[in-house]
């Protein structure tokens, strides 16, 4: 998947009641979509292990984003 492949279905995503949960956890990211960590899962059943897509997604500075990278970086 392509990184704004990726940046635009985490958009569609975005949940404004969930970035008030977040903040409730103390997760005070100056960019956050609000998005539940099992959508983000379920998001990469669709996407395949790729590290440049991984350091994109990183550099947005997008709190889902960087757990997004997390979860799809290839681990070799």
């Known amino acids: 998947m392509e990184y704004g492949n990726a940046l635009s279905r985490l958009m569609a995503m975005e949940d404004l009641e969930g970035v008030v949960g977040l903040k409730r ?3 005070r990211s100056k ?3 609000g998005i539940r960590t099992p959508d983000l899962r ?3 059943q669709v996407m ?8 994109r997604l990183r550099s947005s ?3 889902e984003c960087r757990i ?3 979860l799809v970086d ?3």
């Open 31 to 33: 960019r956050t979509l």
């Open 25 to 27: 956890f103390g997760i």
């Open 48 to 55: 395949r292990p790729e590290h440049p897509l991984a350091q």
């Open 61 to 63: 500075g997008i709190f």
């Open 74 to 76: 290839d681990p070799d």
């Open 68 to 70: 997004l990278a997390a």
């Open 42 to 44: 379920k998001l990469t």
